[in-house]
């Protein structure tokens, strides 16, 4: 199955500043999705990212607040811009195992707290 | 859209029990993940079952599609066990994907 490497692994932000979160994957793959964890919660989907294209978001999040780059297949970034308290959680990218009916991949997160 | 659901929400063991997790999802799901997510954060893949009966050493799933719903057996549990466990629901490979709600698991000494 892919391997995925999620920079940073963690981080302590000032609120108000900005965060890139890069994930790179050791095979082409055509979509790479994009997860928060909030504390005590499950996992959320925040956006899906294709090659070539604008990433597809989910209700509840916008591209100004999270805006996503895919410059090639095996490699995508996220941004937390503006950070607040709220934004302190665990990010998360995932892609498709090897393939359709092997499940998914998830990057080892980044977990991230604003003060 | 995809509902899962997962029981129960905590649980905790003592070293050597054996504990049986649930998974209840809607249907148009037509593929089930299910991870462990250990005290750091760290999501580790554990089956991938749409359906039928995986072993991985003490750990081992049951997916009963046509009933909608799955189940994760864990035997004689160890302290490394503790974290939380999701299931995760998709409708294809290439669909998002939908997360429980989680149990999370302590096994003490």
């Known amino acids: 199955s892919a391997v995925i490497s999620q920079k940073p692994s963690r981080d302590i932000c000032q609120r108000g500043t900005s965060l890139t979160i890069q994930c790179q994957v050791d095979?082409?793959?055509?979509?790479m999705f994009w997860y928060r964890q909030q504390p005590g919660q499950s996992l959320t989907l925040i956006a899906t990212?294709?090659?070539?294209?604008?990433?597809?978001?989910e209700s509840g999040f916008v591209i100004d607040k999270f805006p996503i780059s895919r410059p090639n297949l095996t490699f995508s970034t996220l941004t937390v811009s503006n950070m607040s308290p709220e934004d302190s959680s665990i990010y998360l990218c995932?892609?498709?195992?090897?393939?359709?009916?092997?499940?998914?991949?998830f990057g080892s997160g980044t977990r991230l707290t604003v003060v | 859209g995809i509902q899962v659901e997962q029981s129960p929400p905590d649980l905790i063991l003592q070293e050597g029990a054996n504990s049986t997790l649930r998974c209840n999802f809607s249907?148009?799901?037509?593929?089930l993940q299910w991870f462990h997510q250990n005290p750091w954060g760290q999501l580790i893949n554990l089956f991938y079952?749409?359906?039928g009966t995986k072993q991985n050493g003490r750990l081992s799933a049951t997916t009963v599609a046509t009933e909608r719903y799955s189940l994760l057996y864990i035997s004689s549990s160890q302290t490394t066990d503790s974290g939380v466990y999701f299931c995760?629901?998709?409708?294809?490979?290439?669909?998002?994907?939908?997360f429980g709600p989680g149990t999370s698991l302590s096994v003490i000494p």
């Open positions: 995932s892609v498709p195992s090897a393939g359709p009916n092997y499940g998914y991949t």
């Open positions: 095979s082409q793959v055509t979509m």
């Open positions: 990212a294709n090659q070539g294209s604008e990433a597809t978001y």
């Open positions: 249907d148009s799901v037509n593929n």
């Open positions: 079952i749409p359906s």
């Open positions: 995760a629901a998709f409708k294809t490979s290439y669909d998002k994907v939908i």
